[in-house]
């Protein structure tokens, strides 16, 4: 269920109409000239406004890497909150977030605000408990924790912690493995707020969307939905052929890893119901198929040029390669001064660096990191454990689809009748939703697609959402605040909406049960269902075969579920 707080109003904002000026139906017009609609106040235009809280949340960030980085700077941003300390074994990682978050550029990590890992903060955490229950000073206390490790990390991360009934979010997927996330489940503790950040939800764009379609009836009755996550072709090849994303037997597949939160924006828009809706039952889908494969980074499509080189930087083949790993981390990147993602995933001191040394500097000890490599000799658990950005796209190990189609349908399931007797079917009638991931395109991530109702057609990416209506033939089109930071201000929402959840709980305003369905705008399970989808998926996929939702559900979760 979409969060319906006023907070999550500012994001959407009221909308009125301006007066069509769209040619006769008959008459085909370029989209530039379709009617823009405007918000009526300013509100909407702009970027939220900070979150202020009487006494603000102290966080901790288990894991300084990308996301971990994303969700501090997101709380900031969003929030008065209190970025209160990290975990992370890397030295320089842990002291540069402690630098841009915790204690200043010219400042110094005092005890309690830097761990090398989770463990370590939790064994400072019993001590600080004691202590704080003696009367002692105490030191410094969390309230929140943002688990931001790999995938792979995330059960015993987030089981090791929960006994100390912290409120915890996530980075998704929850976790890599269906028991793994159902060990999760059963860990967490009542009385805490608990967030998988499907950012997605969060963000001002798919917001608006889905008040569109679920609250404003804007093309009545859903029938079908097309939406397709574009990787990016480069993209793909940084995480999820030469990255950490690429094996499924160390990580997870790749609709998992990269686009979970995809499958959940579609079970949030078709699974859940409507904000203020009556009857809170959800419309559970009936039948799931996937197909999809690796079909390029293969060494069957290697080029012929390329012979048997393993490495970009000794390959005859590389000046002519789009895929080559030095016009992507350098020539395109570092040689325009461009020492953030995805360059400093490659080494997480090049910024350093190229600040303190130069640019030629720090090009040399790029091409020195690109140059490494493996041989068939070398043991696979060393090639397994990390990443090797300068490997050859179609020699390297990955094993993930690079192309993936999900097709989840739905059934009539009404619940109630009309006066005549007849079977309700708005919002719970038959339907289809269509998920396409795919690697080899222009754009980065930035989401499109088609919803087809019974009054009307609706066409979105991640700028704008055109609604046609049937009745009229007039298109009018919704151009929602373009929010900054990761996932058209997903993470800026999230984080915002998560710490909310939390203030609400530590100042005894609300239940964590009612803060986070109030904020977050769904309960645990609700979260889990989108994950538990991913994976009723893959075994379609991998078995070739249509899985029945409901006997999936009560065959594989069910019951295990609920034991806690």
Known sequence: MQPTTSTFRKFIGRLSSTPSSNPPPSVTHNSDALPVTKPKDDAFLTATGKQIFTNPPRVLVIGAGSRGTAYARSTLDSTNAIIAGVCEPIEYKRNEFGRKFVWGQDGAASQGYAFKDWREWVEY?????????NGEEAGNRIDAVFVCVLDEMHEEVV?????????????????????????????????????????????????????????????????????????????????????????????????????CHDIDFLMWLLCSPPPNAANTEPHLPSYITSTGSRKFFRKERKPRAA???????????????????????????????????????????????????????????????????YTDETPTREVEARPWFGRCVWEADNDVCDDQCVTITWDDDPIEKDEDGRPILEGRGAKTAQFHMIAFTDKICERRGRIYGTKGEIE???????????????????????????????????ARQFLMAVNAVDSSDMSAADAQRKFLGCDLEEAFRSHAMVFAAEEARTKRTVVDWKTWWSEQVESQLHQR
Request: with cysteine.
């Open 307 to 373: 012979g048997n080189a393993t490495n970009c930087l000794s390959c005859a083949h590389e000046s002519s390669c789009d895929y080559s790993a030095k016009k992507i981390y350098l020539e395109k990147k570092l040689e325009f001064g461009h020492t953030g993602w995805p360059v400093k995933i490659v080494n997480p001191e090049i910024e350093d660096i190229y600040k303190t040394s130069g640019k030629e500097a720090a090009a040399k000890q790029l091409l020195q990191d690109l140059a490494e490599d």
């Open 125 to 133: 955490e019993k001590s600080r408990r004691v202590k704080e229950k």
């Open 159 to 259: 089981c090791g912690i929960a006994g100390l009934q912290v409120h915890i979010c996530v980075e998704k997927p929850l976790s890599t493995r269906l028991e793994s996330c159902m060990n999760i489940y059963r860990a967490l503790k009542s009385g805490t707020v608990f967030g998988i950040c499907h950012v997605l939800r969060y963000s001002p764009h798919n917001m608006l969307l889905r008040q569109l379609v679920l609250e404003k009836d804007v093309i009545g009755d859903v029938l079908s939905i097309e939406h397709v996550e574009p990787v990016g072709w480069w993209h793909f090849s940084h995480s999820y052929v030469r990255g950490n994303w690429r094996k499924e037997s160390t990580t997870a597949p790749s609709l998992l890893t990269k686009s």
């Open 460 to 494: 979105y990416d991640s700028a704008t959402i055109k609604v046609h209506n049937f009745s009229t033939g007039y298109t009018k089109v919704h151009k929602p605040h373009l929010a900054g930071g990761g996932h058209g201000g997903g993470d800026e929402g999230l």
